[in-house]
């Protein structure tokens, strides 16, 4: 069933998402910004080594929004589509945290698992959340995304949205969506609401289910 939102949460805030080379960049000076919310993840997502590889490609292509690429790769084997990087990472992953909607649509009619996990446990939905890639996140959802899924550090959606300061639209989505457990602990024993006041102003957000959730 489609979600409805007010304008206002339905902004597209237009924020350029972090692209691949600056990922490994950032991800070579300081390993520990890529750890699956606040799982040991000792690899990240890797740049694609193998650039005639079609597999490779199809993740280069989901990450760039090269949807004619996308089409030529998945029209000669519709079976790349579940193709994944050393971690396990798969296209859908690289679509939703660049928040590139329409390959990400594309990608889950042609066969695309939802709810695909990666080494650590990541599942798109994860990804989106924590780049605050709102589109994408609210896309997954509307196809059935599991969104009180848990990596292997016991991290929620809604655990790595409230991680980053700026993932305000991603918040607002999740916290109005239904279904939503807002008292998860994590392997920290840490609830979302707990990571919100350490990370940032989103902790105000969590009046939208005022009395129900846990302050301590």
């Not at 000792?42 to 694609?48: K, L, N, V």
């Not at 009046?207 to 302050?215: A, G, K, L, Q, V």
Request: glycine share 8%; net charge negative.
């Amino acid at each position: 069933m489609e979600n409805t939102y007010s304008d206002e949460e339905a902004d597209d805030v237009g924020a350029l998402l972090p692209n691949l080379k600056e990922v490994a960049i950032a991800k070579e000076k300081d390993p520990m910004m890529f750890v699956s919310g606040f799982d040991a993840d000792e690899d990240g997502i890797e740049p694609s080594k193998n650039t005639d590889d079609p597999g490779e490609r199809l993740l280069q292509a989901s990450e760039d929004g090269d949807m004619d690429l996308l089409h030529q790769l998945l029209g000669t084997d519709p079976g790349l589509v579940s193709y994944r990087d050393s971690d396990n990472y798969t296209a859908l992953h690289r679509a939703c945290y660049e928040d590139n909607l329409d390959i990400a649509r594309a990608l889950l009619y042609r066969g695309a698992k939802v709810d695909v996990r990666s080494n650590d446990g990541w599942t798109p939905l994860h990804s989106a959340c924590h780049w605050n890639a709102h589109k994408c996140a609210r896309m997954l959802l509307e196809n059935g995304a599991d969104i009180n899924a848990q990596t292997d550090g016991g991290q929620t959606p809604l655990h790595l949205a409230c991680s980053k300061g700026g993932a305000r639209e991603t918040v607002i989505i999740l916290l109005t969506e239904p279904g939503i457990q807002i008292n998860v602990l994590n392997k920290a024993n840490e609830t979302a609401y707990q990571v919100a006041r350490r990370s940032g102003p989103l902790d105000d957000l969590f009046e939208i289910h005022r009395p129900s959730f846990s302050r301590i």
